[in-house]
């Protein structure tokens, strides 16, 4: 499975961001599919998560409520609306996918994913 990753940009606070994630192969629509993120002089954090068949999903703390991960399997398509964003959320951010269901509580643990996308950079500054 390959990943590519699109959708970074710059952004002031308070507006949005919409990245994209297209998988090579239609398996990847049986994938667990996640959402990471990597900010200068920190550790890699688990943003969101998304389960096939039940679609159910798990998100860190810090963008409950203000990021939503969705996906498109017709277009082998992963996606990560991120409205209210602020400077904290300026990081580089990466897709993966797991071949296969995960429970809910490994959705953000990086070490279980299989895949990973290149990266794509959010800045959000005024």
């Known amino acids: 499975v390959q990943l590519q990753a699109s959708g970074g940009g710059l952004v002031q606070p308070g507006g949005s961001l919409r990245l994209s994630c297209v998988a090579s192969?239609?398996?990847?629509?049986?994938?667990?599919v996640a959402w990471f993120r990597r900010a200068p002089g920190k550790e890699r954090e688990g943003v969101a998560g998304?389960?096939?068949?039940?679609?159910?999903?798990r998100y860190a703390d810090s963008v409950k409520g203000r990021f939503t991960i969705s996906r498109d399997n017709a277009k082998n398509t992963v996606y990560l609306q991120m409205n209210t964003l602020q400077p904290e959320d300026t990081a580089v951010y990466y897709c993966?996918?797991?071949?296969?269901?995960?429970?809910?509580?490994?959705?953000?643990?990086?070490?279980?994913?299989?895949?990973w996308g290149q990266g794509t950079q959010v800045t959000v500054s005024s």
């Open positions: 998304l389960r096939p068949g039940d679609r159910a999903t």
């Open positions: 192969g239609s398996a990847h629509n049986y994938h667990t």
């Open positions: 993966a996918t797991y071949s296969g269901n995960l429970i809910t509580g490994s959705m953000l643990r990086p070490n279980v994913y299989n895949y």
